[in-house]
């Protein structure tokens, strides 16, 4: 049977004190060689712990305004793309048209009244964009697309150059068709609200508002060209070519303004890009200001901390060696 003396007894149970002292240090010096940072927030502060929270806080608001402000940016970067892409798909038809019908060839100006419908469907769809669950051009009614189909907008229209027997009639018509408030265009072919969706968030509380629904004018002239090029040929009430040929070439002329226009929004969109970026930048440099504030009061040495986690390691190694000596002590051993 084995026995102890009692001060070995002591030894021993000091041993394992020491040994799971050990085994504290070893677990802190892991988590501080990990982080980079003191694990004893109190310590570090001299009890003044509430420094360490207004820093951490500061920084959690920071990283939250980054996160809204990344938001808001994807979706004017969505809205960009629609407005680019929509200008980009006209392709200079406008010219094109007009090139046509100085030609004197009926044959040339069909395709491009055919091109004119295609496009016009292209654009419309770009225009119905959304991100998530957010139609982009709908205004305050985010949860419904902005255009209705094209093909309502096209028979609408041959509906109306139909009861026409001249161009300039038939473009008045359409222009109350377009441009009346509370008409046919906002009823039947703007399906968004009537109010600017809500004003993009940039952080900490900041807004900026972007006033662009379907119903923009640049939006809607081109909309208006490109669907009387597409229905010019078939649609008046006369057979007077030189009056088909004139809504066509006012159709193009309308199609070039919103093209024009376009391009203008593009530039408006583009101030408020600019803006959302230059409030990325201050929220980085806040952030990086304030993460090296936070470093400089609580942080550790992460070699170092390395470095102490391998000799406590060692320590921790030798203990267990001699407490396995100690635990195999007997009285026989004593008396050999």
């Given at each position: 049977?084995?026995?102890?003396?009692?001060?070995?007894?002591?030894?021993?149970?000091?041993?394992?004190?020491?040994?799971?002292?050990?085994?504290?240090?070893i677990q802190t010096a892991s988590q501080e060689a990990v982080s980079g940072l003191q694990s004893?927030?109190?310590?570090?502060?001299?009890?003044?712990?509430?420094?360490?929270?207004?820093?951490?806080?500061?920084q959690s608001d920071i990283i939250q305004a980054q996160e809204v402000n990344s938001l808001s940016t994807a979706r004017l970067d969505s809205m960009t793309r629609s407005i680019t892409n929509s200008r980009e798909a006209l392709s200079n038809i406008d010219t094109r048209?007009?090139?046509?019908?100085?030609?004197?060839?009926?044959?040339?100006?069909?395709?491009i009244a055919d091109e004119a419908e295609d496009k016009l469907r292209l654009i419309m769809g770009q225009f119905n964009v959304s991100l998530g669950e957010r139609n982009l051009f709908s205004g305050d009614k985010t949860d419904t697309p902005t255009f209705a189909s094209a093909d309502v907008l096209l028979d609408d229209l041959r509906a109306i150059i139909g009861t026409a027997t001249n161009a300039d009639d038939a473009i008045?018509?359409?222009?109350?068709?377009?441009?009346?408030?509370g008409g046919d265009f906002e009823t039947r072919i703007y399906q968004g609200g009537d109010n600017f969706a809500p004003a993009l968030p940039?952080?900490?509380?900041?807004?900026?508002?972007?006033?662009?629904?379907?119903?923009?004018e640049a939006i809607k002239e081109t909309l208006k060209g490109l669907a009387i090029m597409a229905v010019s040929q078939d649609s008046l009430a006369t057979t007077d070519t030189d009056e088909t040929n004139k809504l066509f070439q006012m159709g193009a002329q309308i199609t070039g303004n919103g093209g024009s226009a376009l391009i203008s929004l593009e530039s408006e969109i583009g101030v408020t890009s600019e803006t959302l970026k230059s409030v990325s930048e201050k929220y980085?440099?806040?952030?990086?200001?304030?993460?090296?504030a936070f470093q400089n009061l609580f942080g550790r040495?992460?070699?170092?901390?390395?470095?102490?986690?391998?000799q406590l390691q060692v320590q921790l190694e030798a203990s267990y060696t001699i407490t396995a000596r100690l635990s195999s002590l007997s009285l026989t051993n004593f008396l050999r």
């Open positions: 049977m084995k026995t102890a003396s009692f001060p070995d007894l002591l030894g021993y149970t000091r041993l394992g004190r020491t040994t799971a002292q050990i085994r504290d240090q004893d927030l109190t310590k570090a502060t001299n009890g003044d712990v509430g420094r360490a929270h207004l820093l951490q806080k500061a048209a007009v090139i046509a019908l100085n030609s004197n060839a009926s044959e040339g100006i069909a395709p008045s018509a359409v222009n109350d068709y377009f441009d009346t408030a940039l952080g900490n509380g900041q807004t900026i508002q972007l006033g662009i629904t379907g119903q923009h980085e440099s806040e952030k990086n200001a304030l993460s090296i040495d992460q070699y170092e901390a390395a470095a102490e986690l391998q």
